[in-house]
């Protein structure tokens, strides 16, 4: 199919021809090409999840922990003049 987006080739490893098989199941009648294109798009989805999961519990955490813990007010300064610039 003509297109004017770029192009890459994609190596048939054994860990993609896998997903491949898995996806032929997911998918049938697509072109192993498309196949390849939807698994990229499903494993983007999946890595954009995990990151939110992540940022969601470290919000969390610091939620849980503000006000925990009382430093002197000079504490950052203090501890700032000790690193070299």
């Known amino acids: ?7 890459i ?3 048939q490893t054994p860990e993609l021809a896998a997903g491949l098989e898995l996806a ?7 072109s ?3 196949l ?9 989805e999946t890595l954009a ?3 939110a999961a992540r940022r969601s519990e470290r919000r ?3 939620e849980e922990t ?9 504490y950052l300064e203090d501890l700032r003049k000790e690193w070299p610039e």
């Open 66 to 74: 503000r006000g925990k813990f009382n430093y002197p007010p000079s």
């Open 1 to 7: 199919m003509a297109t004017v987006l770029p192009r």
């Open 24 to 30: 032929e199941k997911e998918w049938p009648g697509a």
């Open 36 to 44: 390849v294109a939807r698994l990229a798009v499903a494993g983007s």
């Open 60 to 62: 969390k955490v610091l």
């Open 9 to 11: 080739q994609v190596t």
């Open 49 to 51: 999840a995990k990151r």
């Open 32 to 34: 192993r090409s498309e």
